[in-house]
């Protein structure tokens, strides 16, 4: 969800949380109750048919603006707030949803000016918060008129308890071999270590016009484990796409590279596209789908290289409630199709759900999850264990993002893999504990 749809969700419940109706008007209490339920639509609906009697009313203009603008019609709201500050220039949230009915009608300037007003009449913390966050998008808003630069840069320490993905028994028994015991070599069994990590990245985006843009980036990430470092690993990612804006659609399509090292040797190259459709549906919901094709190469491997598709979809959606919460849900499906002939066992179909949120634990802080399940049938039987691998594989993650100054973020990170699988030496668990510190730049 990007930031003006949580901006929408916990604005307007800020706002409308604090109005104050007069005693006894059942119309005025009736439209406040819906509009807290969620239903503006319906107190717009209630509302508009007494505006010739009710107009110059400020706690009626002010329920009709709030009711207009969060059932699309933000033109109306600027009108009928309007009415509310001509009466009352001091009507501080009235201001503050008439800055929102501007952002919402593409006044950005208009609506960056009101905002400030507000900000300065030091509002309390929760709404401070959500003046910040709407300012933030309107200078995201206003950034989508010229070309811009953003970057990050990182680096985290952490624990590893399975640094190689390896099982934990150093002895297996082998089909092939009528069921004879082998002992592992010691880098392929369970490994514990210590790491450090450092990450980067730098992404520009260029218009043509309101419509039409120009995207691209790379970034990088270099991992250092304390003791095994065999397992020392690189990545660096390159992108470079078109983007489409038209109305409440956004249409992208990108060109992928990426490279993966391991111990300081190319261990994977993939070179690939992805085409993504994002469809905002009202003010804090959005749903997207995408598509997305790989040409794998494992260096030395020949063996290995594949073709990877994948289609998938996603939901997510900000909730009305004053720790802002964001929820998402998606699901996705694809094959790895092997390119060398006789090794179908090196191929799969992964199908996977994911499932996920972050709120506002304060102003300051902000708790996020996510927990995510793949399923992998491969192609053929593997020629050792002599079955048709299946792998189930769940994680979770969990963390705090904490901002202790603006462009800075300290985030403690959990996250547990489980893989369950019918070959051995591809069954394990792992938990990675980290602790990152990141400073944004833009």
């Given at each position: 969800?990007?930031?003006?749809?949580?901006?929408?969700?916990?604005?307007?419940?800020?706002?409308?949380?604090?109005?104050?109706?007069?005693?006894?008007?059942?119309?005025?209490?009736?439209a406040?109750t819906?509009?807290?339920?969620?239903?503006?639509?319906?107190?717009?609906?209630l509302?508009?048919?007494?505006?010739?009697?009710?107009?110059?009313?400020?706690?009626?203009?002010?329920?009709?603006?709030?009711?207009?603008?969060?059932?699309?019609?933000?033109?109306?709201?600027?009108?009928?707030?309007?009415?509310?500050?001509?009466?009352?220039?001091?009507?501080?949230?009235?201001?503050?949803?008439?800055?929102?009915?501007?952002?919402?009608?593409?006044?950005?300037?208009?609506?960056?000016?009101?905002?400030?007003?507000?900000?300065?009449?030091?509002?309390?913390?929760?709404?401070?918060?959500?003046?910040?966050?709407?300012?933030e998008?309107?200078?995201?808003?206003?950034?989508?008129?010229?070309?811009?630069?953003?970057?990050?840069?990182?680096?985290?320490?952490?624990?590893?308890?399975?640094?190689?993905?390896?099982?934990?028994?150093?002895?297996?028994?082998?089909?092939?071999?009528?069921?004879?015991?082998?002992?592992?070599?010691?880098?392929?069994?369970?490994?514990?270590?210590?790491?450090?990590?450092?990450?980067?990245?730098?992404?520009?985006?260029?218009?043509?016009?309101?419509?039409?843009?120009?995207?691209?980036?790379?970034?990088?990430?270099?991992?250092?484990?304390?003791?095994?470092?065999?397992?020392?690993?690189?990545?660096?990612?390159g992108?470079?796409?078109?983007?489409?804006?038209?109305g409440?659609?956004?249409y992208?399509?990108?060109?992928?590279?990426?490279?993966?090292?391991?111990?300081?040797?190319?261990?994977?190259?993939?070179?690939?596209?992805?085409?993504?459709?994002?469809?905002?549906?009202?003010?804090?919901?959005?749903?997207?789908?995408?598509?997305?094709?790989?040409?794998?190469?494992?260096?030395?491997?020949?063996?290995?290289?594949?073709?990877?598709?994948?289609?998938?979809?996603?939901?997510?959606?900000?909730?009305?409630?004053?720790?802002?919460?964001?929820?998402?849900?998606?699901?996705?499906?694809?094959?790895?199709?092997?390119?060398?002939?006789?090794?179908p066992?090196?191929?799969?179909?992964?199908?996977?759900?994911?499932?996920?949120?972050?709120?506002?634990?304060?102003?300051?802080?902000?708790?996020?999850?996510?927990?995510?399940?793949?399923?992998?049938?491969?192609?053929?039987?593997?020629?050792?264990?002599?079955?048709?691998?299946?792998?189930?594989q769940?994680?979770?993650?969990?963390?705090?993002?904490y901002?202790?100054?603006?462009?800075?973020?300290?985030?403690?990170?959990?996250?547990l893999?489980?893989?369950?699988?019918?070959?051995?030496?591809?069954?394990?668990n792992?938990?990675?504990?980290?602790?990152?510190?990141?400073?944004?730049?833009?």
């Amino acid at each position: 969800m990007n930031s003006i749809g949580k901006c929408f969700a916990m604005f307007a419940f800020l706002l409308i949380s604090g109005n104050a109706l007069a005693a006894g008007d059942s119309l005025l209490v009736n439209a406040d109750t819906l509009l807290k339920s969620g239903k503006a639509q319906e107190a717009y609906e209630l509302l508009v048919p007494h505006q010739s009697e009710r107009a110059g009313d400020q706690n009626y203009d002010y329920l009709l603006g709030v009711a207009a603008l969060d059932s699309g019609k933000p033109n109306e709201a600027v009108f009928a707030l309007e009415r509310v500050l001509a009466v009352n220039p001091n009507h501080l949230q009235a201001r503050a949803e008439i800055a929102r009915a501007y952002f919402a009608a593409g006044e950005t300037a208009n609506s960056k000016r009101e905002f400030e007003t507000v900000q300065k009449q030091n509002p309390r913390g929760e709404v401070r918060v959500a003046i910040e966050k709407y300012l933030e998008a309107i200078e995201q808003a206003r950034a989508g008129q010229r070309t811009t630069a953003t970057g990050y840069l990182e680096a985290a320490v952490g624990s590893d308890s399975n640094v190689n993905s390896a099982t934990a028994s150093n002895q297996i028994a082998i089909p092939f071999f009528g069921g004879a015991i082998a002992t592992l070599n010691a880098t392929g069994v369970k490994l514990r270590d210590s790491f450090a990590n450092v990450a980067g990245g730098l992404f520009v985006r260029h218009p043509f016009n309101p419509e039409w843009a120009a995207f691209g980036g790379a970034s990088f990430n270099q991992r250092l484990n304390s003791t095994q470092t065999a397992f020392d690993t690189t990545g660096l990612d390159g992108n470079f796409g078109l983007n489409l804006l038209k109305g409440s659609d956004s249409y992208s399509i990108a060109l992928q590279a990426q490279g993966f090292d391991l111990d300081y040797h190319s261990f994977r190259v993939a070179k690939g596209a992805t085409a993504q459709w994002l469809h905002t549906l009202g003010s804090s919901s959005q749903f997207s789908a995408y598509v997305q094709y790989a040409d794998l190469h494992y260096p030395g491997q020949d063996i290995r290289d594949a073709q990877r598709y994948v289609v998938g979809a996603a939901y997510a959606r900000a909730l009305v409630a004053e720790s802002a919460p964001v929820v998402y849900v998606g699901a996705y499906a694809g094959e790895e199709r092997e390119r060398r002939a006789g090794v179908p066992y090196l191929g799969h179909k992964p199908y996977g759900l994911r499932a996920g949120g972050e709120m506002k634990i304060n102003p300051k802080a902000t708790l996020f999850g996510s927990v995510s399940a793949e399923w992998r049938r491969y192609n053929g039987p593997d020629p050792l264990f002599l079955v048709t691998r299946k792998d189930t594989q769940a994680d979770l993650v969990m963390g705090i993002g904490y901002v202790p100054v603006k462009k800075w973020t300290i985030t403690p990170s959990l996250s547990l893999t489980r893989n369950r699988s019918n070959v051995v030496i591809s069954d394990y668990n792992r938990a990675i504990f980290s602790v990152s510190v990141r400073r944004d730049f833009n």
